[in-house]
């Protein structure tokens, strides 16, 4: 399965990708192209260099202020990652790789997303500069996105959740087909959370801060959260929203967000409308945010989760998102759900 992801060096070390300018990889009569965005091998040198010198700046570095005082946070950013969610089992009991490892695995990544022949995909990313290695590419020395538990694995479902999954597979056998069950393949809502994960390919967003608020604008689906940092109460529990109930509070120079009141039809990984999320926001150094969330809903996981990935600074503007028209997306992804059960019932016969 091709990836339309790009890994991250994590908290250990950060970085942007250098850009690299050819003239040779641009056809005759266009505009030069970044090196980084033609050439794997050049996005995987810039990566391993920039990943080394932007950890050192990060050293002692302190966010800029606003004017009322706040971190400023404001600016464009995104999303993605070659890093899995869960760590491999190959790699149990190794949360973390060494430098010369994690460069390794980011190159097989890498030429892994690259070579993918455009004639065997609906289309091509790397065509129109949106593969994960085009972008701000950095390896991680973190083998795993999840950080806690230690194992880098979801925690084990509830016997309830486990219950919950059943009776929806018995309700709809087209659950198991993934974007069947999430409201962003019926344009409901965005596939940028709340919470994010770095898998995306319209993963970039941007935050904007006034007195007293923080918002954010996601490019997936035009979502926005805003949220306030007065100290209100989170709104009564039978008021369920899509993106939840954000609440925000400083805490040195993190940005801390607790976001409760999921509407109930939301369903994020089979949890329910009592999950509570906790995030946080550090500028780590002048193009870096580090992003951490935790996960707690014990009617879903066995005990709560925690991730941590990075979202590297991009340059703007956000471009205008574009769902499926008339829900033939929808239709099709339905039909291919059908006709894989067929394949597999005939196999089985």
């Known amino acids: 399965m091709r990836t339309r992801t790009l890994r991250i060096w994590g908290a250990l070390a950060l970085f942007m990708a250098l850009p690299l300018i050819v003239r040779a990889q641009a056809p005759s009569g ?20 920039a990943a080394k010198a932007a950890a050192a700046a990060a050293a002692n570095w302190r966010p800029p202020r606003t004017s009322w005082g706040d971190p400023d946070l404001q600016g464009f950013y995104l999303s993605l990652s070659y890093t899995p969610l869960e760590r491999p089992p190959e790699l149990r ?12 695995a980011f190159r097989k990544a890498v030429e892994a997303d690259a070579e993918v ?20 590419v950095r390896p991680n020395l973190h083998t795993s996105l999840i950080v806690d538990p230690p194992d880098g694995r979801i925690p084990a479902l509830t016997p309830a959740a486990q219950k919950r ?18 409201l962003y393949t019926r344009c409901i809502t965005g596939n940028q959370g709340p919470p994010r994960l770095p898998f995306n390919h319209d993963s970039e967003s941007q935050i904007l801060q006034t007195p007293g608020y923080v918002v954010m604008i ?12 007065d100290g209100r109460p989170h709104l009564p529990q039978n008021v369920g929203l899509w993106l939840g109930d954000a609440r925000g509070h400083w805490e040195a120079d993190t940005l801390v967000v607790e976001t409760t009141n999921f509407h109930h039809e939301r369903n994020w990984r089979g949890s329910t409308d009592g999950m509570k999320l906790t995030e946080r926001f550090t500028l780590v150094d002048p193009k870096t945010i580090r ?9 879903t996981w066995v005990r709560p989760w925690s991730v941590e ?9 956000l471009y205008e998102f574009a769902c499926h028209e008339q829900n033939y997306g929808l239709m099709n992804v339905v039909k291919g759900a059908r006709a894989r059960e067929a394949e597999a019932a005939a196999r089985k016969n």
């Open 117 to 136: 022949d455009p004639r065997t995909v609906h289309y091509d990313w790397k065509e129109y500069g949106m593969d994960a290695w085009q972008s701000p």
């Open 30 to 49: 266009t505009a030069t192209f970044k090196a980084t965005a033609v050439d794997p091998e050049a996005a995987i040198k810039a990566a391993a260099d």
């Open 291 to 299: 992003y951490e969330f935790t996960v707690d809903d014990s009617t």
């Open 309 to 317: 990935s990075v979202l590297p600074r991009i340059e703007p503007p």
């Open 165 to 182: 999954q059943a009776a929806a597979r018995g309700r709809n056998p087209q659950l198991g087909v993934a974007t069947l069950g999430n």
């Open 218 to 229: 996601l490019q997936s689906n035009n979502d926005v959260r805003i949220i306030p940092l």
């Open 93 to 104: 009991g190794k949360q973390f790789y060494t430098e010369e490892e994690a460069i390794a």
